[in-house]
């Protein structure tokens, strides 16, 4: 077996996560194209830039839903593209978020919590509804247990998908696009509970269109276009004084 570990910080902790030169594509179109990119433990990263940039594509390499063609992901110091690597066991450290919120349409809220806690992480029933019941609270959603996700609103829904990932209880967060589905007056809802993690200390990567939030609680922003990360920095800056024309144009569109 191959040594997976690395060490992706001067200071001896290892990033939570950490790509080197990762290229990916699709048939015959590189969608990522040698990409270097590190989180930090506890730091708010934010993705931004046009569709079809490869941020959505990044964020699914991390986790190895999108296998790369080429390069290495590091989660917490180890390998996960290392071919003997246990990538379940890397995985269960990272909870993701997708745009559609994929509950289960005939289980009840709490039951969508609890499956895989008891299928995937082996917990007992009990330990299970009380992990989740805790995680349904911290979205403002534990009087809506009973509930069926048709029964829901979006945000809602959404805000159910972030406590079923909660509910195994991760080292980071992913979050692809996690507000683009809603309505816009449902946004503000399913934001705070992202706010309030951040403020937890939890590591997330976000990929996002919503420039305030990734303002006010982003520790870094990153804009792509073209598979490529163009201009990396401190979100306030970036947003103010974009550096690279491609980001100048990019933010003139949306802000």
Do not use: W
């Not at 001896?12 to 996560?17: E, H, K, N, R």
């Not at 969608?31 to 990044?58: R, W």
């Not at 995937?120 to 299970?128: C, P």
């Amino acid at each position: 077996m191959s040594d997976t570990s690395r060490d992706t910080r001067t200071e001896g902790t290892p990033a939570a996560i950490d790509v080197v030169d990762l290229h990916k594509y699709f048939g015959d179109n590189e969608v990522l194209t040698g990409i270097d990119f590190h989180v930090d433990n506890g730091e708010v990263v934010c993705v931004i830039g046009p569709s079809g940039s490869g941020k959505s594509t990044l964020l699914r390499c991390v986790n190895l839903l999108e296998v790369p063609t080429k390069g290495k992901i590091f989660v917490e110091g180890q390998e996960i593209t290392d071919p003997d690597a246990d990538v379940d066991k890397l995985r269960s450290r990272i909870g993701m978020v997708f745009q559609q919120f994929n509950l289960f349409p005939h289980m009840t809220a709490l039951r969508n919590l609890t499956i895989a806690q008891e299928k995937v992480a082996g917990r007992k029933k009990d330990e299970a509804i009380e992990i989740a019941r805790r995680n349904l609270e911290k979205v403002g959603l534990a009087d809506r247990e009973s509930a069926y996700p048709a029964h829901l609103s979006g945000g809602q829904q959404q805000r159910i998908a972030i406590a079923r990932a909660l509910s195994m209880e991760p080292d980071m967060m992913l979050f692809d696009e996690p507000t683009s589905a809603l309505d816009p007056e449902l946004v503000g809802d399913v934001l705070a509970v992202m706010k309030d993690l951040a403020a937890e200390g939890m590591t997330m990567m976000v990929v996002t269109h919503e420039m305030g939030f990734a303002r006010e609680v982003g520790d870094k922003l990153v804009f792509m276009d073209g598979g490529v990360i163009v201009e990396e920095g401190e979100p306030s800056a970036v947003l103010a004084d974009p550096q690279h024309e491609r980001t100048q144009s990019f933010l003139s569109k949306v802000l």
